[in-house]
């Protein structure tokens, strides 16, 4: 037996060295050989909600916006905002209530104090009031659609995350494309019927790190792009786990207009209450 051993291990070998290819392919893989699984594309309404996840339950803002006429003539209105969401966990609104947001200019000093509320609703519709000081009274308006202090921007546009959820459109993933060498996703959503806004299609070009959108064009009940939204890249920032463009400029491609918001401070963390968004405390101007 011992003479024999040698030639046995050697047949082994041999053997093992010409494995029969199928033979081989049919061997059982060890743990790690398998090959991973291919990654499953995101849909338009999975990027879509990473961008309003990006978005902050509340905040304190000093913000300016600068708009310009044709001629490249600008106006510089200085204004406060604050933000709450009232939506719960699965971005439902909690007794009819989406979100509620106050703004006061102040400046320039002939419009220093005037102060909007809205109350975003579902399903009914939105509350609007105005304090105008030359006034000292507080009225009842449709803000969602009008112009912001009379700049391209409308309520709407200006925090239009505030008023839509994502169960208000239908979205639709198109091509990956670039912005300033900035990877960015697509996703084209169409307001739905039922929803009370004045463009009923847009397309939003959000970077993949943060989903931050660099670009937003607007569509009318027309079919008719508007209006165009850009965020420098350079420009976006965090602000606690939340980031942000704190410069985009909105274009009136219609009028050859434009006006720009900067962000000059933004608490992610504020300590107001919900008394803040009284009408007796829109009244007072704060």
Request: proline share 5%.
């Amino acid at each position: 037996m011992r003479e024999r051993l040698p030639l046995l291990l050697l047949v082994g070998l041999v053997t093992a060295a010409h494995c029969v290819p199928l033979a081989c392919a049919e061997a059982p893989a060890r743990s790690g050989d398998a090959e991973a699984k291919p990654e499953i594309p995101l849909t338009g309404r999975q990027i879509y909600e990473k961008f309003l996840d990006n978005q902050v339950r509340a905040s304190f803002q000093r913000m300016r916006v600068v708009s310009r006429d044709p001629g490249g003539s600008g106006q510089v209105t200085s204004f406060e905002v604050w933000l709450q969401d009232y939506r719960d966990a699965q971005k439902q609104p909690v007794d009819g209530v989406k979100s509620k947001m106050l703004l006061e200019v102040t400046a320039p000093k002939d419009m220093r104090h005037a102060a909007y509320l809205i109350v975003a609703k579902d399903p009914d519709s939105d509350d609007g009031y105005a304090y105008q000081p030359s006034l000292h009274r507080v009225r009842r308006m449709d803000l969602r659609n009008t112009s912001l202090f009379g700049t391209d921007f409308t309520f709407y546009t200006f925090n239009e995350i505030a008023f839509l959820g994502v169960d208000d459109s239908e979205y639709e993933r198109l091509p990956d494309e670039e912005i300033g060498g900035v990877p960015v996703y697509v996703v084209e959503a169409r307001v739905r019927d039922s929803v009370d806004v004045e463009y009923r299609r847009t397309i939003t070009y959000l970077e993949k790190e943060h989903h931050v959108a660099l670009r937003m064009r607007y569509w009318n009940e027309n079919g008719v792009e508007v209006k165009e939204m850009t965020a420098p890249h350079a420009k976006i920032r965090a602000f606690g786990d939340t980031w942000v463009a704190t410069e985009s400029t909105m274009t009136d491609l219609r009028q050859g207009t434009s006006s720009t918001i900067y962000i000059d401070q933004l608490d992610t963390d504020p300590s107001f209450d919900d008394r803040v968004f009284s009408l007796s405390n829109l009244s007072r101007g704060h």
